[in-house]
T-cell receptor
């Protein structure tokens, strides 16, 4: 029972580099989300998707891009990495929106930008 | 829009004693409320959810919460703390996204629970 799978678990990036965080879910969920969590803080929504081909911005989308070509996958792309993007990134999914529905989280991806 | 206040940033209890994590909500209209738990270096996991069906909600690992309209509270309780309960706990309201019309979860700072042996 895989649930939500994120890769890589840990990554160190240099300033200005780009990378993609991968996220896959095997529960056939329509909704997928990317959050970031800074030390000692709650989670902030970066982007979300309500289905294949549909994405929308969350609270903190600047510096990130997403795509949703399939129901299963929701990669998060960081272009021109900056130290402010050092954070823990969580991918999540839910059958429908957050009203009354459980959101399932991945284990997180720790990203350090130096 | 619904918002919540978790009254304590850190709660420390001894193993075997009751746990009380406090959460107050702002709006009289509350379609749902959630408690999520995050163990160290892990993702978040749903503990329990209120969806208007019943005011007393039972969750996993012996936790429960009661939705009290008169007090605008949704406090999380457990009769006896276990070492494995040490984690960060988030009381979470859904927020309607005006653009897409869908609901998202908004996470504040949470309450860190420490359990002393």
């Amino acid at each position: 029972n895989a649930g939500v799978t994120q890769t890589p678990k840990f990554r160190i990036l240099k300033i200005g580099q780009s990378m993609t965080l991968q996220c896959a879910q095997d529960m056939n969920h329509n909704y997928m989300y990317w959050y970031r969590q800074d030390p000692g803080m709650g989670l902030k929504l970066i982007y979300y998707s309500v289905g294949a081909g549909i994405t929308d911005k969350g609270e903190v989308p600047n510096g990130y891009n997403v795509s949703r070509s399939t129901t299963e996958d929701f990669p998060l792309r960081l272009e021109l990495a900056a130290p402010s993007q050092t954070s823990v990134y969580f991918c999540a999914s839910s059958p429908q929106g957050a009203l009354g529905n459980t959101i399932y989280f991945g284990e997180g991806s720790w990203l350090t930008v130096v | 829009a619904q918002s919540v206040t978790q009254l304590d940033s850190h709660v420390s209890v001894s193993e075997g004693t009751p746990v009380l994590l406090r959460c107050n909500y702002s709006s009289s209209y509350s379609p749902s409320l959630f408690w999520y738990v995050q163990h160290p270096n892990k993702g978040l996991q749903l503990l329990l959810k209120y969806t208007s069906a019943a005011t007393l909600v039972k969750g996993i690992n012996g936790f429960e919460a009661e939705f009290k309209k008169s007090e605008t509270s949704f406090h999380l309780t457990k009769p006896s703390a276990h070492m494995s309960d040490a984690a960060e706990y988030f009381c979470v309201p859904p927020r309607r996204d005006s653009g897409a019309g869908s609901y998202q979860l908004t996470f504040g700072k949470g309450t860190k629970l420490s359990v002393i042996p």
